[in-house]
């Protein structure tokens, strides 16, 4: 009994920490990979090693001794009295009761009321364990399910304000963003590294759902590099196009993908005998014992990574410390059996507690690490890679504007995007093919909108130093980032200045 229940809090923790992801190479799995081997030690060794002491000493070991000389009265009262001397329930029969080894029987069995196997108490304590964990861990995050009682399960910390505003995922980052679309690095056997490489992503613009998109290969754009080892697979995350919808159906796409994926990837490297291994050896056993390829395994992995909502916990280590307490309180702690037990198995009762505890804390200690390394890089604030900026024309001192006449570039993106070449020569200018007539175009188009992208540095610092008052002249901000980081990034300079976000 214990051993299934330790085996069964041993695999949740090895799920807890992502050891299934133990093969990728890239971001926050690669810094996971170096403390994996410290972790899986301490589940493996020091874990059962802990429970295992605890249980051998204080009251839980006294316990353990009484139900052991219980046995062994039993053993006394059948060999001596014969096996109708006790019920199926133990029960003493009348007529022995006043025989030595009935007496010592009774006493032993007195004394061992309400305690537990050291066995039993093992297997306690790793259901409690695996009970509390598994509560608030769903699909790679820790979802905040602030527990209230058995009865009414969730509560939210509210402190009397007249309107309070709430979500599941309130003490979360959520962190899904394009990183997530580019690069998915994993180790084959052999050494081989396998690099997923997405190519083209058509994502939904401003949350407006439109239709399904899905992962699917670009065969063609295959590439294996001998001299690294390396072999990169490009892929598309795109709606299908109507012979694609034919070909998928309207079920279970993605998944049709996948199959026809796992056939078409290694048929392209028939003649690539060390790629070809590296993909088609076993990872795993699935659910029915067959075997699943590093090929399938990292497929649905990429897929499913790239489909799910991603969340960082502000603060996992308080949060869980707080949950587990309250566990112990209300799950552990059960009065009933306590009152029932009496004073002497009390102690024990604590004793089972304080490891519950313990240990849950240590395993908290190495979650938060994980979690709040990934957090101080989430808030970490990121720095500007480039500037750029867009002046109208008629704001810009006209001694730029010969240099501004020889920038091809900032030409020809006037030509794309406001056709100017469709009003060459007019009455307004003159030629813009010459210098003269594009200085002259300058004057007559003061709306004209120039991109200093399109520029060299020297030029831009000496645009920008020639007006008085940049601040006041800037009529907009456009910044290219995630919302978060761009928001703490204009935090401070902008501070009770924006009325409103939208």
Excluded at 123 to 141: C, E, K, P, V, W
Excluded at 249 to 264: D, F, S, V
Excluded at 450 to 478: K, M
């Amino acid at each position: 009994m214990s051993e299934v229940a330790r085996q069964k809090f041993q695999n949740l923790l090895r799920e807890l920490f992502q050891f299934d992801l133990a093969d990728l190479d890239f971001g926050i799995y690669r810094i996971m990979n170096h403390k994996r081997q410290v972790i899986e030690r301490w589940i493996v060794e020091d874990l059962p090693k802990a429970v295992e002491e605890e249980l051998r000493r204080g009251a839980l070991a006294e316990q353990a001794q009484a139900q052991q000389a219980l046995e062994g009265a039993r053993q006394k009262v059948v060999e001596t009295l014969g096996r109708e001397a006790l019920d199926a329930e133990g029960n003493l029969a009348e007529q022995f009761a006043g025989t030595k080894v009935g007496r010592e029987y009774l006493e032993a069995r007195e004394r061992a009321a309400h305690a537990q196997p050291s066995e039993a108490l093992e297997a306690a304590i790793y259901n409690h364990l695996y009970t509390f964990f598994s509560r608030y861990y769903q699909d790679g995050d820790f979802i905040s399910k602030r527990r209230y009682s058995k009865r009414q399960k969730y509560a939210i910390p509210y402190n009397g304000e007249e309107v309070y505003l709430y979500w599941a995922n309130h003490d979360q980052y959520y962190i899904k963003t394009a990183e997530h679309f580019t690069d998915y690095t994993w180790k084959a056997p052999g050494g081989v590294t396998v690099h997923f490489k997405l190519q083209a992503a058509d994502v939904e613009v401003n949350n407006v759902k439109g239709e399904k998109r899905f992962f699917l290969p670009a065969l063609d754009g295959m590439a294996w590099d001998a001299e690294t080892r390396t072999l990169t697979i490009p892929f598309h995350y795109r709606p299908l196009t109507e012979q694609e919808k034919i070909t998928y159906g309207n079920k279970n796409q993605q998944e049709k993908i996948l199959e026809e994926a796992m056939q078409a990837i290694p048929a392209r490297l028939q003649g690539n005998t060390e790629a070809l291994a590296a993909l088609t050896a076993e990872r795993r056993k699935d659910a029915k014992g067959n075997p699943v390829s590093y090929l399938e395994h990292h497929l649905r992995q990429y897929t499913a990574r790239n489909t799910r909502d991603f969340f960082i916990h502000k603060d996992l280590r308080g949060f869980l410390a707080r949950e587990l307490d309250f566990y112990i309180k209300n799950e552990v702690l059960n009065l009933e059996e306590l009152e029932a037990a009496g004073e002497d198995l009390a102690e024990g009762w604590f004793q089972l507690m304080r490891l519950i505890k313990r240990i849950g804390n240590h395993i908290i200690d190495f979650l938060a690490q994980i979690e709040d390394f990934q957090k101080t890089l989430w808030e970490k604030k990121k720095f500007i890679t480039e500037t750029f900026w867009c002046i109208t024309v008629g704001h810009i001192p006209e001694e730029f504007y010969p240099e501004i006449a020889e920038n091809e570039a900032q030409w020809e993106e006037w030509k794309e995007l406001f056709h100017i070449d469709g009003i060459e020569g007019d009455m307004f200018s003159g030629d813009i093919g010459t210098e003269e007539g594009r200085i002259a175009f300058l004057k007559a188009h003061p709306s004209l909108v120039l991109d200093t992208r399109h520029f060299s540095p020297d030029f831009t610092d000496r645009l920008l130093a020639s007006f008085e008052n940049l601040d006041e002249l800037t009529d907009g901000l456009l910044v290219h980032g995630e919302n978060f980081q761009v928001l703490s990034l204009l935090q401070t300079r902008y501070k009770e200045q924006i009325s409103c976000i939208y």
